[in-house]
């Protein structure tokens, strides 16, 4: 079946440094691949997508490219702040009869210090 | 987000008691889900409906029940037969796009003392 792994967290970084969370993936045919944020106490909130190798999806100066090659979408940010420190959980999904699941990492906690 | 309520935003309830949480959106979006979420163990989908008075077991459904009488509304029973029931609890709906996108709720914590 689907799977996503992502690193192991916590990450810790100081802020103003690049950040790379790692997101490989198992699926077959071609998933459209997500990255969610959470913040402390809340939901999940959609942070970037792309659906189809070589697609690069950018929000918040976050980047992420979908590598087909590889079957990795990381997570990418050149610069941190105080305020990124959230889990990250990379995700995918497989249209297809039935259920349009998606399918999650079990999500990378990063924390950002001054 | 936007457009997805959920409450209580906290529950507390006595062992062997049933509750009900609630999701509502005004998006007019046809599917929707509910997910557990346990510290370090991701997500995981207890049930989903993708129309009205149509549901489907995810991974996770024993102790569960939904219902989906109105297509604005889909709340989650936890039962007395959930054994371990105190989790973070979401309610998603899937985005209007080809893509699968799911957009989530605030989330209700559950806690059984």
């Known amino acids: 079946g689907d799977s996503v792994t992502q690193m192991e967290g916590p990450v810790t970084l100081s802020e103003e440094a690049f950040l790379t969370i790692n997101c490989t993936y198992t699926?077959?045919?071609?998933?459209?691949l997500f990255w969610y944020v959470q913040y402390p106490g809340e939901g999940l909130q959609l942070l970037l997508k792309?659906?189809?190798?070589?697609d690069k999806g950018s929000n918040k100066g976050f980047e992420a490219t979908y590598r087909k090659e590889t079957t990795s979408f990381h997570l990418e940010k050149g610069s941190v702040q105080v305020s990124d420190s959230a889990v990250y959980f990379c995700?995918?999904?497989?249209?297809?009869?039935?259920?349009?699941?998606?399918?999650f990492g079990k999500g990378t906690k990063l924390s950002v210090i001054p | 987000d936007g457009g997805i309520t959920q409450s209580p935003k906290y529950l507390f309830r006595k062992e062997g008691q049933n509750v009900t949480l609630s999701c509502e959106q005004n998006l007019n979006h046809d599917a929707m889900y509910w997910y557990r979420q346990d510290p370090g163990q991701g997500l995981r989908l207890i049930y989903y409906?993708?129309?009205?008075?149509?549901?489907q077991k995810g991974d996770i459904a024993e102790g569960y029940s939904v219902s989906r009488e109105k297509k604005e509304s889909f709340p989650l029973t936890v039962t007395s037969a959930q054994k371990n029931p105190t989790a973070f609890y979401l309610c998603?709906?899937?985005?209007?796009?080809?893509?699968?996108?799911?957009?989530f709720g605030p989330g209700t914590r559950l806690t059984v003392l």
């Open positions: 699926a077959t045919g071609y998933p459209s």
């Open positions: 995700a995918l999904s497989r249209s297809g009869a039935g259920s349009y699941q998606l399918t």
């Open positions: 792309a659906t189809k190798a070589d």
């Open positions: 998603a709906i899937r985005g209007p796009t080809p893509y699968n996108e799911q957009f």
């Open positions: 409906s993708q129309i009205v008075n149509d549901f």
